[in-house]
Each structure stands twice: as C-alpha cells, then as structure tokens.
Antibody
Framework: EVQLLESGGNLVQPGGSLRLSCAASGFTFSSYGMTWVRQAPGKGLEWVSAIIGGGGGNTWYADSVKGRFTISRDNSKSTVYLEMNSLRADDTAVYYC?????????WGQGTSVTVSS | DVVMTQSPLSLPVTLGQPASISCRSSQGLVYSDGNTFLNWFQQRPGQSPRRLIYKVSNRDSGVPDRFSGSGSGTNFTLKISRVEAEDVGVYYCMQGTHWPLTFGGGTKVEIK
C-alpha cells in the first residue's frame, strides 16, 4: 500500500527553525517528485515546495517561503524533508506531503506546525 | 502566478440531486507535453485532501462514477450526478502546469 507519513511538527517560537519529514512506503520513491502543501487553520490549501526528479536537483518554492525553507530528499531512506527557518506566525499550518507535484496523487495525514511565543 | 477561481464558495445540495463546481484559470493549462494538469481534490471534515480527478477528466481508482470532470482552456467543471451524504466537504481545483502550482479557494459542499 502506498503511504506517506509526515512528522516533525511542533510548537516553535517566531524566528525559530523546524525540520519536517515525510517517510514514503509502498512505491519506488526515487522515481517520483514530491511536494509539500500547507493549510492554515480554517483556510484553503497552499502549495509550498516541490522537488522534481529522483536526484533532487530540481526544486521549486512558493514566494512566501523562498529563502527560508529548503526541500530535500534522501532516496536511501525514502524520505523527503522540509527545513524551515525564520519561522513566522503566518507559517502556522498543517503541512502535508504529497507524491508528485503536477498531479499530487497520494497525500499524507499531515503534521501540525504552530509558530507562537 | 496562475489564479484559480472557484465558484460557488458554498454549495448547499439536496441528497440525490446534482451539484456542479466551476474552476477558472487565469491562463491556459496545457503543458508543453500536451497534458492539461488540472486536478480536483476532496477534503472531508477532519481529513487530508484526496485526489478525485486528474488531468481534467480522469477519475481516480475507487472514486464513485457519480463524480466527473470536464473542461478545457481556462474553464473546468467538477460534477456530482447525485450527491450523497459522504460527499460533504470542501472541493479544490489545482493547476499543476505552471510554477508556482496553485489551488482554487475551495467550494464547501453541504447537505440542505
């Protein structure tokens, strides 16, 4: 069964850092691009970042996180990461990882990030 | 950025009746390989999003055939032929053709 399991969400102070992980199983991880999408409380879905290609050399970011967030992958662990720095209150959200970017066919259950003092 | 505009914002529907959600993009969504990356997602209350339709009109495995997607150019539609109680939730369109990827604002389907 294809599964994605996010972890790493937490309460963090403004200006702080956090690393999210998304562990994949049930498919050949290195063959797929991966993406992160977030959802602020009571709001809609917002695309955050994507990593295209198994080698991880092609990355994309929403303007709202560019320069602060870094996406990466470890194919040996079938895991994609989202390193988040300089966190702000408006980064508070549930963060989902999804398989593929253009078609997002499988989603995880999400991990919650709260940025507050 | 490609703006995805959904309507209506809220859609109260009687059980067994049809429902239709519109999604308009500010630019055409045909990719260089000929594919149109317009997808529809369902998010039931308290759950993660789930893809229903990909590339305009392809229904995902396990998705009831009462769901259908159509459209071209900049106008796309998700239709539910007969709404059931389990269809309650928020529906999002999303374009995967142009960077940055963008979602519509969502349409909340509820039972009258």
């Amino acid at each position: 069964e294809v599964q994605l399991l996010e972890s790493g969400g937490n309460l963090v102070q403004p200006g702080g850092s956090l690393r999210l992980s998304c562990a994949a199983s049930g498919f050949t991880f290195s063959s797929y691009g991966m993406t992160w999408v977030r959802q602020a409380p009571g709001k809609g879905l917002e695309w955050v970042s994507a990593i295209i290609g198994g080698g991880g050399g092609n990355t994309w970011y929403a303007d709202s996180v560019k320069g602060r967030f870094t996406i990466s992958r470890d194919n040996s662990k079938s895991t994609v990461y989202l390193e988040m720095n300089s966190l702000r209150a408006d980064d508070t959200a549930v963060y989902y990882c999804a398989r593929s970017a253009r078609v997002m066919d499988v989603w995880g259950q999400g991990t919650s990030v709260t940025v507050s003092s | 950025d490609v703006v995805m505009t959904q309507s209506p914002l809220s859609l109260p529907v009687t059980l067994g009746q049809p429902a239709s959600i519109s999604c308009r993009s500010s630019q055409g969504l045909v990719y260089s390989d000929g594919n149109t990356f317009l997808n529809w997602f369902q998010q039931r209350p308290g759950q993660s999003p789930r893809r229903l339709i990909y590339k305009v009109s392809n229904r995902d495995s396990g998705v009831p055939d009462r769901f259908s997607g159509s459209g071209s150019g900049t106008n796309f539609t998700l239709k539910i032929s007969r709404v059931e109680a389990e269809d309650v939730g928020v529906y999002y369109c999303m374009q995967g053709t142009h960077w940055p990827l963008t979602f519509g604002g969502g349409t909340k389907v509820e039972i009258k």
